[in-house]
């Protein structure tokens, strides 16, 4: 079944023929003898039951007339009759009607028959009014009904609609879920990949820096010791000649291996206390030498208002400078060099401190100034040839000192010098805080009375090496080849301190840290160790490996030991060393081998 539409609907109310038609049937009803013709505004006939012959001019005739007179109008037919028209606005028509019946006077205005006549075409108007409001209410019924119908079913579909879009929100949401969860596996798949390639990195790297050092190890200890032998003049300054190569080799392999720490985010700065003055000192003491024999004055200046006692990391703070120091050296030929640490401000408990390192220099040109800071990238093409180098000094330094909390730059005027500075908070040490080192150097002086030490080391040459440098810093040395074997000799000997290898065959030296440190935790195994006995403290065990890196010093600490030394053995840090470490001599004094 098809539904009603609006127009239809309205087509119905306004059929004015079938309203007009039943007006009709009305009259026909009240007046029997009457001819009746309804004819439209225009005088056109629409319709009559027992119709009145009018030609078309007189009905336009008595249209007009009727509705301007808008009442009874009286007229002629066409056979000469008399007729009267009435106009009925709200049709809108006029009823033309001649009732031979009726006499003259009766179509008088206000006479009975005009009057029940009046009366009737209203009474048939209201009626057709009450049924059109009849049917214009049964039409808003009806148009009600649809609408509710609309409305009910727009309310069906916008639910349906809803339920759609839930489902298939759930349906995003859910696809969207998988997709995230997909993603995110990928993505730790990924970082895990990216891990394990850095961790190959990072063990390509420990490998590569223990693989060089080692020979180097053999190369510096060898020519250093070799230099102290009786050589013609020829000789020794052959010797010289390998010791400083081997050292500018060992400074670039390490600037490279820094430098890969840096890149794959390794490098982590210290927190322990030291004096910035000595460190500052240090590397101006470094300089004076060289640069007296080159008539270059070096100078050094803290302002006062500076702590004594900084928390930070040392030696990259002095590795920073000796890099700056020694570019001004490289590239000053007279004048001077100064080393500043100047006061800037204090902010969050913190002193900030400018750096500077000014020299007299050769200068950089401005357009350069940008590019020396990148690795490998001197000033211009000549300086290697002139003055060497390899460009990764500054590139280095600009990352400790971003990592050190400043920014390195220059100002610098071609031939008249440049000033490299960095300004960087320093933490003041709190004073509780006493370095291992100043708690050493109070009993120095016992460490001077010698003492037994345990070299535990696989590589021959290395062991040779390290026997010579130990011996000549005054100590007795003990071998062993591998962990088990620096055991065994704990079993019958007492040692004031063990230099252990990390890296050897049968038992790593972190294995028989750990296994030392359990042993001297436990009374009844300790007894089988006349080397561990009698102990007050811990034994002294320092790793001495070519692993340089920090995660390696780190987990020396952690397998128990308590001092740390790289190789190459550089006689001075070996001194250095021993002279921190031996104080533990103190409490071997009442020592008992039995
Ligand atoms: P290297 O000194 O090994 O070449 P650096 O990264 O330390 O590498 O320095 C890069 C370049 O910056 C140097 O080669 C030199 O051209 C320029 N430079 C650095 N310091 C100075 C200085 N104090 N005076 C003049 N030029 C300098």
Redesign the pocket.
Known sequence: MTEPTFDSIFDDLIDVNEELQSFLAILEALLPEASILLVSEAGTVLDGARPLALVQPVRERLVQEAKAADGFVAGKSDSGARCHAVYLAKLPAVVIISCAAAPEDDWRPGSALTTLLQNTIDLALHRQEREMLVADHEQSVRQINILQQQHGKLIEDNYRQYRLNQDREKEYARKLESEITKQTAELREANVRLEEISQLKSDFLANMSHELRTPMNAIIGFSELLSETPLAEEQLDYTRTISQSAASLLSLINDILDLAKIEAGKLELERLPFDLAEVVDNVAAMFKIPAREKGVVVACKIDNRIPKRIMGDSNRLRQVLI?LAG??M??TEQGGIDILVDYEREAAGQIVSRFSVR?S????PADRVEA?FEKF???DGS?TRKYG???????ICLQLVELMGGRLAVESEVGKG?T?YFVIPLEEAPAEIISLKEHKAAGREKAASGGRILLVEDNAVNQRLASILITREGYEVEVASDGAEALEHLRHQVFDLVFMDVQMPNMDGMEATRKIREIEADPALRQDYVGLRTLKEPLAIVGLTAHARKEDETACYDSGMNGFLTKPIIKAKLAMVLSEMMPRISCLENKDPS
């Not at 220099?361 to 950089?364: A, E, K, P």
């Not at 180098?389 to 590139?395: C, F, P, S, V, Y």
């Open positions: 890099n570019n001004a490289k590239f020299d220099g050769i200068g950089i020396i990238t001197q000033a300086t180098g390899t460009g990764l000094g500054l590139a440049s490299f």
